[in-house]
């Protein structure tokens, strides 16, 4: 059953796909689960495939951002979010990004986070599961060839950076473990696990203002119309006519620049000490950490939680043990604060601790999104 309200296109058949595979990710299988789980599955469902195999960083953001892509009908990505995350801004990054970001993209999991591939996984009404079926699972929607829409959100740092993300941006707890993590890829998603208890032992405090712009400004106000031909006035920050050249990247109409204080409309959180600020835009933080059960693909919502100092390490767990489950909002910790927004800032006291875009590591700067 489709959800109600989505529109979806097919791939053609015959098929076409690039794959982006980085052999590399995870604990280091995807290119044997390529050849062994999902070419015989495109085979039967008559799509070729282009295999790419990355041999060192950006490899893929430089092919998709600089080949002919008429050759093929959908890029398909097999690692980790971070492979996807060089996808897209490599697409962002081209003269003719806007028909580039029309090519069906997919998502098969071959790293050790794989939440985007968990998040589709969920969307789609199937069992919760990892590794091999989770991989099957993904790789049949490929062969159904079924596509839709999904949100990116635009972020922007204070030293002039701009990101196109599709999972989720962090810092503090959860970027910590995701970062200091890395040393046991080998592990699989065993990593994250082993990182949580690692950094629940050392676990440090982040001092900075949170600021946003609630989904619904008052209560009782219906969010802005998803249809992107309808004028959005909720909170919308009009820019000069005649500012966008042809190929020119879309504004960031919802935020004012770093420097300013963020609009009167938007909520700026009384609390400055933080074990966690999490925005998410995906139901998955990795593939047994349900974050945002309500998110959907293009929802045009960012899921912002944030973690107030003064938990406890034993509360702190609970919520990650009933994060596996979603349930973690059920426990009513005070500490723990979840609002759906439309945009976001986040300006660090000092420059301490690891941010993350799509789970790759990022400089601590003021950023907004």
Not at 16 to 36: I, K, M, T, Y
Not at 121 to 143: E, R
Not at 181 to 196: C, D, I, M, N, V
Not at 313 to 342: E, I, W
Request: hydrophobic share 40%; aromatic share 8%.
């Amino acid at each position: 059953v489709l959800p109600l309200g989505d529109s979806y296109g097919v791939l053609p058949r015959p098929c076409r796909a690039l794959v982006l595979l980085n052999p590399q990710s995870g604990s280091g299988r995807a290119l044997d689960d390529f050849q062994a789980v999902v070419q015989p599955m495109l085979a039967e469902a008559d799509m070729a495939t282009t295999v790419f195999v990355t041999e060192r960083p950006h490899h893929a953001h430089e092919k998709v951002r600089d080949e002919d892509l008429s050759q093929w009908d959908t890029l398909v990505v097999m690692s980790g979010d971070g492979l996807l995350f060089e996808v897209v801004n490599g697409l962002m990054e081209r003269p003719d990004w806007k028909e580039a970001m029309k090519k069906p993209l997919c998502i098969l999991p071959g790293g050790s986070g794989n939440a985007l591939a968990a998040s589709i996984n969920y969307y789609a009404g199937y069992d919760h599961v990892a590794k091999k079926k989770l991989l099957t699972n993904c790789t049949f929607i490929l062969c159904k060839g079924l596509h839709t829409q999904m949100d990116l959100v635009s972020l922007s740092t204070a030293s002039g950076k701009r990101f196109f993300s599709f999972l989720g941006f962090g810092w503090g707890f959860i970027s910590d473990v995701d970062i200091d993590s890395e040393k046991y890829r080998w592990l699989g998603s065993a990593r994250f696990t082993l990182g949580t208890l690692q950094c629940l032992a050392k676990l440090r405090v982040y001092q900075g203002r949170l600021s946003y712009l609630p989904l619904a400004p008052e209560q009782g106000t219906p969010p802005a119309p998803r249809d992107p031909h309808v004028p959005v006035t909720n909170g919308l920050i009009p820019q000069p006519a005649g500012t966008e050249a042809p190929g020119s990247l879309p504004p960031d109409s919802l935020l004012v620049p770093l420097g300013q204080p963020v609009p009167a409309h938007w909520t700026v959180v009384p609390e400055e000490e933080f074990v966690l600020v999490y925005a998410i835009y995906q139901s998955h933080l990795g593939t047994n950490l349900l974050m945002a059960p309500a998110a959907r693909l293009h929802d045009g919502c960012i899921h912002l939680f944030y973690m107030k100092a003064g938990i406890s390490r034993v509360t702190l767990l609970k919520l990650f043990l009933a994060m596996s489950r979603g349930t973690h909002l059920d426990l009513n910790c005070p500490h723990l604060c979840y609002v759906p927004v439309r945009a976001f800032r986040l300006e660090p006291r000092v420059a301490a601790g690891i941010m993350t875009v799509d789970g790759e590591a990022l400089a601590c700067e003021p950023v907004q999104g």
